[in-house]
């Protein structure tokens, strides 16, 4: 019995081995990265916002998971959950309609069944858009970080566009939420404030895919290993 599960514990690690490099894991989390490191906001419908921009992100960590489950040949079928605690927002030119900044709370971004193709070596990139949805809360403070309107709730379903990754070894997946005038919030003190379009970019770090599958098999090994 001790011999047949080692010979199983040791089938196990080259099966890992084996599989290295041939097919995506199912789920790979996040284990570091920027995060939410770029975004800015700027009245609806300007025609080149983000170099224009009245508000910034101050880059904030996230937390969660990218999905990336094979389809087919060379196909992906991606899913986002992500979570950011806190993201501010400053002004980047004075004071707007009472407004210094923004603060974004307990921030969720969610989408899911996003196709992209595989260019092999964990590369892929998104076809299209894929619609999720943005939840939360935001304030808007003045210049001395006091709230003069909100906490505000947001149930947004907003397009996530220009996703790509290159989870090659330990490699990043970036993303943007908002690109196309579909995530817009009000921000001002008078008459309930101005439509703002909002944008969050994302980067963060995922682990390559068939190491996370190669770590599976080898936790698979140990166990038989224990057992014996």
């Given at each position: 019995?001790?011999?047949?599960?080692?010979?199983?514990?040791?089938?196990?690690?080259?099966?890992?081995?084996?599989?290295?490099?041939?097919?995506?894991?199912?789920?790979?989390?996040?284990?570091?990265?920027?995060?939410?490191?770029?975004?800015?906001?700027?009245?609806?419908?300007?025609?080149?916002?983000?170099?224009?921009?009245?508000?910034?992100?101050?880059?904030?960590?996230?937390?969660?998971?990218?999905?990336?489950?094979?389809?087919?040949?060379?196909?992906?079928?991606?899913?986002?959950?992500?979570?950011?605690?806190?993201?501010?927002?400053?002004?980047?030119?004075?004071?707007?309609?009472?407004?210094?900044?923004?603060?974004?709370?307990?921030?969720?971004?969610?989408?899911?069944?996003?196709?992209?193709?595989?260019?092999?070596?964990?590369?892929?990139?998104?076809?299209?858009?894929?619609?999720?949805?943005?939840?939360?809360?935001?304030?808007?403070?003045?210049?001395?970080?006091?709230?003069?309107?909100?906490?505000?709730?947001?149930?947004?379903?907003?397009?996530?566009?220009?996703?790509?990754?290159?989870?090659?070894?330990?490699?990043?997946?970036?993303?943007?939420?908002?690109?196309?005038?579909?995530?817009?919030?009000?921000?001002?003190?008078?008459?309930?404030?101005?439509?703002?379009?909002?944008?969050?970019?994302?980067?963060?770090?995922i682990p390559e895919p068939s190491t996370v599958a190669l770590l599976g098999f080898g936790i698979l090994a140990?166990?038989?290993?224990?057992?014996?």
């Amino acid at each position: 019995m001790l011999g047949r599960c080692r010979v199983v514990g040791l089938l196990a690690l080259l099966l890992g081995i084996a599989f290295l490099g041939v097919a995506p894991a199912a789920s790979a989390a996040i284990i570091s990265g920027l995060g939410l490191d770029d975004g800015w906001a700027c009245v609806a419908g300007s025609a080149t916002c983000s170099d224009n921009a009245d508000f910034s992100v101050v880059a904030a960590s996230a937390s969660g998971s990218i999905t990336l489950n094979p389809t087919g040949p060379g196909m992906w079928s991606v899913d986002i959950s992500l979570t950011v605690s806190s993201l501010s927002m400053p002004n980047t030119a004075g004071p707007i309609d009472g407004v210094d900044s923004l603060l974004f709370s307990s921030m969720t971004y969610t989408a899911s069944g996003w196709s992209a193709l595989d260019f092999g070596d964990g590369n892929a990139t998104g076809l299209g858009a894929a619609l999720g949805t943005v939840t939360g809360s935001y304030e808007q403070l003045d210049g001395s970080s006091a709230t003069v309107v909100g906490p505000t709730p947001i149930n947004a379903s907003v397009n996530f566009s220009n996703l790509v990754c290159d989870p090659s070894g330990v490699g990043q997946c970036g993303f943007q939420v908002g690109f196309f005038d579909d995530f817009v919030l009000p921000i001002g003190v008078t008459g309930g404030g101005t439509d703002y379009e909002i944008n969050h970019t994302f980067n963060v770090v995922i682990p390559e895919p068939s190491t996370v599958a190669l770590l599976g098999f080898g936790i698979l090994a140990l166990a038989l290993r224990r057992r014996a």
